[in-house]
Structures are given as structure tokens and as C-alpha cells.
């Protein structure tokens, strides 16, 4: 998908961040909503989520703090996360992600960034152990730009196996009981949760409906 919408999306710090980033393309990628934004161009994001695929280099937020200063408030260090927060007060993290990507990663002048479609089955994949509204948000505007619920869910069990499960992802997909902080600064057109939950509603309707169908 092209082009990116990274002048749209990012803040003046935030632009600052990613071009610093560059350095940093050998430890891993970009991905959530952040590199979704990119791509969709429809919320702002303000953290970067960088995926790496070994463990979290001891020195790496010696070598953090080289790029971005000494005065780097580290919230989390350890062989799986490092998250820290810049002078500038912009979130960083580097997670351990072992699960490979299927589709082409996407180069950019800085760090690059995951495809929008293996987000989409990052975030399916995700929403069952950490619901967060932005996620179901993230998931409603990659199924109007086109990918269907369907494909999303064939990615996720391509990608993660048997520690997808269709059916925990289809009932957490609906359930908007437990969800807090709404807030969202939309880039384009606005949606309430009211509209996107029955959307959800439907869209696992019709999955279902389809399911029942091919057997």
C-alpha cells in the first residue's frame, strides 16, 4: 500500500524520533498503530512499537540513550521489552516478537514498517489478551479499507497457530464491556463505539453464517 502518511500522522517530536530511528532499522521493525497510521492515515498514534525477533540486546538502552539522551526515562528493562520515554516525552518500545511476517515488510527512509495486514492479524491476535478500544478501532478501519474479517482471521492462524483461537477472538470481537479510555483523534472520518461494536456484530454474524455454509 503507498504511499506512507507519515507527515500526517506523527507530531514535530515525533517526526524528530523517527528519523533518529534510522540507526536502529538492524533491531527490528515498526508495527501497531502507529506504522498502521502510516499506512490507513486514519487516527493519530504516539508511541512507536518496534518488533525484534531475538531477545532485547542487553546494551540497547545504552545505545538509546547515545541517540536520543542520556535523560531517557527507561519504564521497562528485560530480555523481552525495552520501554522508554524520551526528553521529548515520546514512547518507545522494543518488544521480543518471534512470529514471522507474512507479508512484505515496507522500507521506508527511516526504520521500516510492517504491512498493514500483518498488523491486522497482530492486532486479532492481540485483542483476546489485551483489550484496549484503539485495537477494535484499528481492526473496523482495516475491515473497510478492504481486508475482510475472514482473511484477517486466516492470517492470524497462519501466523500464530494454535495460539490464535477464532472463536476467544470472535467473542472478545464483540464484547465492549471492559473497555476504557474512548478517546481517539481521528484524521478523517469519526466513528462512535456504538457504530463499531454493531459493525463488529454483524461482520461475526456473516462470518459465522459463511462458516456454517462451507460444511
Not at 520501554?83 to 515520546?90: A, G, L, R
Amino acid at each position: 500500500m503507498s504511499p506512507l502518511y507519515i507527515d500526517s500522522v506523527l507530531t514535530p517530536a515525533q517526526k524528530v524520533v523517527f528519523r533518529k530511528l534510522t540507526v536502529l532499522n538492524y533491531v527490528g521493525t515498526l508495527a501497531g498503530g502507529t506504522a498502521l497510521a502510516f499506512q490507513l492515515k486514519h487516527r493519530k498514534s504516539f508511541d512507536f512499537d518496534i518488533f525484534t525477533s531475538k531477545n532485547i540486546p542487553p546494551d540497547l538502552a545504552w545505545e538509546n540513550k547515545k541517540i536520543f539522551g542520556k535523560k531517557i526515562r527507561v519504564i521497562k528493562e528485560s530480555e523481552n521489552e525495552l520501554t522508554f520515554v524520551t526528553p521529548k516525552k515520546v514512547k518507545i518500545t522494543f518488544f521480543y516478537y518471534p512470529f514471522k511476517p507474512l507479508y512484505k515488510i515496507i522500507r521506508t527512509d527511516s526504520i521500516f514498517v510492517f504491512d498493514w495486514k500483518d498488523i491486522a492479524a497482530d492486532k486479532a491476535y492481540t485483542l483476546g489478551r489485551r483489550p484496549i478500544y484503539r485495537d477494535y478501532l484499528d481492526i473496523f478501519f482495516i475491515i473497510r479499507k478492504g481486508h475482510k474479517l475472514e482473511n484477517i482471521i486466516l492470517d492470524a492462524k497462519k501466523k500464530f497457530g494454535g495460539l490464535f483461537s477464532t472463536k476467544l477472538f470472535l467473542g472478545q470481537l464483540t464484547y465492549f464491556k471492559d473497555l476504557q479510555d474512548f478517546k481517539i483523534e481521528f484524521l478523517g472520518e469519526s466513528f462512535q463505539p456504538e457504530e463499531i461494536k454493531s459493525f463488529f456484530e454483524k461482520a461475526a454474524k456473516q462470518y459465522t453464517k459463511n462458516i456454517f455454509k462451507k460444511k
